[in-house]
């Protein structure tokens, strides 16, 4: 499992599990403090893909179903012990949707909450028509980036910087913009979910997640573009609310 999982601080009386899933071309470091944040029945899993961190030798993977399976054969003997929840940004917010369809349709297993982050839904017409990224030139891709935000310019304008970064981001894009998935006929999950999103970013389609599940559905903004969790003040909005969500959805599980 510490390959494809990190643990930055073990919490085996934990109550809840909160999986952690990257952004494009991201790792699972910047989940590390989470673990020490989050209430302490909490317990903070990240999910580490191949071709960054210590897995950086590793080919990246090609397709969205080769993520699914390979976290998911890490991940289900755990899942089974205690109720678990998922948290994803951008990338991740898709890759952990696609997580928690399959554990469901297969395993018949679902979180207590699905928190998902700056992503259109996976059947959204406004993410089935967005431009390919990743098949931009080096230099438009670049450019690219900048207007996101998120990444610091000194790094950017750093070539060895790059030459190291962005391999992993283009391989995410290329998953993510190859992925496809019709909208349900039923809603896949029950559980309760949440969209979080910067008010500065490009816009997305968060209402239609709700199509997901047949629990709750809320949606939260920040002030802030794409990158906008990274503020020190938002993080603390957002971690306060999936710490007090979490602990509520503990009262109703025990």
Known sequence: ???????????????TRLICFPWAGGGSIHYARWGN?????????????????????EPFFDNMQQIVDEVISALLPLLKEKPFAMFGHSFGALTSFAVA?????VHNLEPVH?????????????????????????????????AVGGTPPELLANPD???????????????VENYRCSEPDAPVLSCPVTCFDGKQDVPHDLQAWRNVTSGDFTVRMF???????KDAGNEKILLD?????????????L
């Open 161 to 175: 910087v790059v030459r190291l970064f962005l391999p992993a981001l283009r391989a995410d894009l290329h998953v």
């Open 223 to 229: 002030d802030g573009s794409h990158f906008y969790l």
């Open 1 to 15: 499992m510490e390959k494809v999982i990190s643990c930055f601080r073990w919490r085996p009386e934990a109550v």
């Open 101 to 105: 369809e399959d554990l469901k349709k």
């Open 37 to 57: 944040v989050l209430n302490s029945s909490v317990e903070v899993f990240a999910v580490k893909l191949p071709g960054r961190e210590s897995r950086a030798r």
């Open 241 to 253: 609310f999936i710490t007090n969500t979490l602990e509520a959805a503990e009262m109703h599980y």
């Open 114 to 146: 699905m928190f998902l982050s700056g992503a259109s839904a996976p059947h959204s017409e406004t993410r089935l028509k967005a431009p390919k990224r990743s098949e931009l030139s080096d230099s438009e891709f670049l450019r690219w980036l900048a």
